[in-house]
């Protein structure tokens, strides 16, 4: 399979350098030149599988022809270790765990599949792969925990001193081995300038054979939309489900446009933000208006130029009414989302993250205009990793906190403090290369 440059049909890669360079240097996205549809066998009996056979299903069409059976299945096995359940609130009203990864969070399933597959696709070169990203909690730690001990690999993250939850920057800092923390004094675009910048200096990112982790690679959302299939197989037989998908850069939405092309059956979806709302903003009114984040305490969902919204776009092949007739946007203030951890718990007895409040006030106001109908809204993290709404909302100590987080406490954080500026980081880059 080749991909192409959403900017640029005719710039056109292998895998191996869509996956291993991320970005197009046009600044597109890559996209496969043809989308894979599962056939007619497939959907038959696809209630039936695993996650995992699902899941190899899913990567066999997309990677198949580039990658042998045998690894592709150890690849998908071994970044399902966990399952991503389907809890009934009420009839009609369910909720997709996808934290129930390493790092709590539905990015452990792209991150997971990267890692494997970046090391694959590296076996044979005897230098070092270093993974070079920029963090402003969730991903650090996700892209963290995949590499970790993966042969042949490093990660350098950076993240924004202070700007961290405590129990965020032990995932960056505490695993040691191949895992470095570069703590940055400055803010999160402050890192990810630092990175951009590195990747333009050429003599660095081959001296260092640079690759990058952001949820822009490609290789984070195909494995992404392995649990939309999971999740509906896991639905009463006939129901075509509505997915309700808590968004920032839009990367997990995106993986379930993929999903429907594969020829899952999908009632629509629902693009659920804060009031970073760029996206229900051109649903409704045809206009597209990135403009700077705004911060809310859905803090992984703050973001004002969503970077998977060409690849969306290209979907729908730039048609606002297609998109339209698929998609519908919502967004809502916190207060909304702190009211709504209220009265989930309240009312079943359930809890929710702020980044999932925000997607189940999106399926309550579909159901009131659509009754009978069937919401999966994706919980994207646990609640135990915002302990300070969780804690206000509810009370301390009523979210109880997973054993895997809270070993972390007592982990020791080593980090390297830079100040924000090139030259520092490029000395300390320049003396790492080895
Ligand atoms: C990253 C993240 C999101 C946003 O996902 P996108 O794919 O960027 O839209 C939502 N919730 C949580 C908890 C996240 O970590």
Redesign the pocket.
């Given at each position: 399979m080749k991909y192409h440059s959403t900017n640029d049909p005719s710039h056109q890669v292998d895998l191996k350098q869509a996956v291993l360079r991320s970005l197009p240097p046009d600044n597109g996205l890559y996209m496969p030149n043809t989308l894979p549809v599962l056939g007619a066998g497939f959907w038959e009996s696809y209630r039936r599988l695993s996650f995992r056979e699902v899941g190899f299903a899913v990567a066999n069409a997309f990677f198949g022809e580039d990658i042998p059976e045998k690894t592709l299945r150890e690849i998908v096995d071994g970044t399902l270790e966990f399952d991503a359940p389907v809890v009934t609130l009420t009839p009609g009203d369910h909720i997709l765990e996808l934290f129930h990864g390493p790092t709590l969070?539905?990015?452990d399933f792209g991150a997971r599949f990267m890692a494997r597959l970046m090391a694959y696709l590296t076996k044979d070169e005897d230098r070092m792969l270093t993974v070079l990203v920029a963090t402003s909690g969730?991903t650090g730690g996700a892209v963290a925990s995949a590499f970790h001990h993966v042969p042949g690999t490093r990660v350098i993250i950076l993240y924004p001193k202070g700007k961290v939850s405590g129990l965020q920057e032990k995932q960056l800092t505490a695993l040691g081995g191949n895992i470095t923390a570069l703590e940055i004094e400055g803010t999160f675009d402050d890192c990810q300038a630092l990175v951009k910048k590195a990747f333009l200096e050429r003599e660095i990112t081959e001296r260092m054979n640079l690759t990058s982790a952001n949820?822009i690679n490609l290789s984070r959302l195909v494995p992404q939309s392995f649990y939309y299939i999971h999740a509906a197989r896991q639905l009463t037989e006939g129901m075509k489900p509505v997915f309700v998908v808590?968004?920032?850069?839009?990367?997990?939405?995106t993986a379930g446009l993929l999903a429907m092309k594969l020829g899952l059956p999908v009632g629509h979806f629902l693009a659920a933000t804060n009031r970073n709302d760029v996206v229900p903003a051109y649903l409704d009114t045809g206009t597209y208006t990135p403009r700077p984040s705004v911060a809310t305490i859905s803090n992984?969902?703050d973001?004002g130029a969503p970077s998977n919204f060409v690849r969306m776009a290209a979907l729908f092949v730039n048609s606002w009414d297609s998109m339209k007739s698929t998609i519908s946007g919502m967004s809502f203030s916190d207060e909304m989302t702190r009211s709504a951890i209220r009265e989930v718990k309240a009312l079943h007895g359930y809890e929710v993250?702020p980044?999932t409040a925000v997607g189940w006030l999106a399926a309550k106001n579909w159901q009131a205009t659509h009754p009978g109908s069937s919401t999966i809204t994706l919980a994207?993290?646990h609640p135990a990793k915002f302990p300070d709404v969780m804690d206000a909302e509810l009370g301390a100590g009523t979210v109880t906190i997973p054993e895997r987080l809270a070993i972390l406490a007592d982990k020791e954080k080593v980090a390297t403090n830079l100040p924000k500026d090139w030259k520092p980081f490029r000395d300390w880059l320049a003396s790492h290369i080895d």
């Open positions: 969070a539905f990015k969730d949820s808590p968004s920032g850069n839009f990367g997990n939405l992984a969902m973001v993250c980044h994207t993290a």
